[in-house]
């Protein structure tokens, strides 16, 4: 069983940033590849960024492009979401993500065996 706890959300205005942080509670954090993803109200959950085990691959959702960046740093068991450029629309839940052994990145939620319990941002216009 691995715990995840995200922190770093708010409120922020449009066009500001946010750093999310994901830290995992296991001795063996780079087994796992992470991602994150985001729950609007009213809509299905939906991926946004993912990393490799090694950190070496990532890749983010297409209207996120340009403004969110995910990294993780092993040594500290935690992955990052660096988002920038905030808009009303990226309002939402965020949630990380953790997956045992897999090799590149993963996109479906499905996939994913372990999640934090979420964290709000909230972009105002």
């Known amino acids: 069983q691995v715990q995840l706890t995200e922190s770093g959300g708010g409120l922020v205005q449009a066009g500001g940033s946010l750093r999310l942080s994901c830290e995992a509670a296991t001795l063996t954090f780079s087994s796992y590849a992470m991602g994150w993803f985001r729950q609007a109200p009213g809509k299905e959950r939906e991926f946004v960024a993912a990393?490799?085990?090694?950190?070496?691959?990532?890749t983010v959702r297409d209207s996120v492009k340009g403004r969110f960046t995910i990294s993780r740093d092993n040594a500290k068991n935690t992955v990052y979401l660096q988002m920038n450029s905030l808009k009303p629309e990226d309002t939402a839940v965020y949630y990380c993500?953790?997956?045992?052994?897999?090799?590149?990145?993963?996109?479906?939620?499905?996939?994913?065996?372990?999640w934090g319990q979420g964290t709000q941002v909230t972009v105002s216009s």
């Open positions: 993500a953790a997956v045992l052994k897999r090799l590149g990145v993963a996109t479906r939620s499905s996939v994913y065996d372990y």
């Open positions: 990393i490799a085990r090694s950190g070496g691959w990532t």
